[in-house]
């Protein structure tokens, strides 16, 4: 079966760095979009940073210049580098990827289980 795996999550102080990585593993036929998001305490989980199957990158509004989003194909790998991290990047976040398994028809969103971020002084 098809999983993600996130890792790096911690507490860090602000304006302190951290880099997240999910790795995709199973029976993989092709991967496209993946992506990050992030659930704040009390609030929904939101999109943080989106890369397609041919790099290219969007992100949130609250993230742009001190998130970078990037991906090895070769390794089903994403990561989140974070930089300039404020307390209001706190909260759970949680890798997705478009991908389409050998054992399926099409491809379907899957998630990872959550990294949890903390940034407080």
């Known amino acids: 079966q098809v999983q993600l795996v996130e890792s790096g999550g911690g507490l860090v102080q602000p304006g302190g760095s951290l880099r997240l990585s999910c790795v995709a593993s199973?029976?993989?036929?092709?991967?496209?979009?993946m992506g990050w998001y992030r659930r704040a305490p009390g609030k929904q989980r939101d999109l943080v940073a989106l890369?397609?199957?041919?790099?290219?990158?969007d992100y949130a509004d609250s993230v742009k210049g001190r998130f970078t989003i990037s991906r090895d194909n070769a390794k089903n790998t994403v990561y989140l580098q974070m930089d300039s991290l404020k307390p209001d990047d706190t909260g759970v976040y949680y890798c997705?990827?478009?991908?389409?398994?050998?054992?399926?028809?099409?491809?379907?969103?899957?998630w990872g289980q959550g990294t949890q971020v903390t940034v407080s002084s």
């Open positions: 199973g029976s993989i036929a092709r991967i496209y979009d």
């Open positions: 890369t397609t199957s041919g790099g290219s990158a």
């Open positions: 997705n990827a478009n991908i389409k398994p050998y054992y399926d028809y099409f491809s379907r969103e899957y």
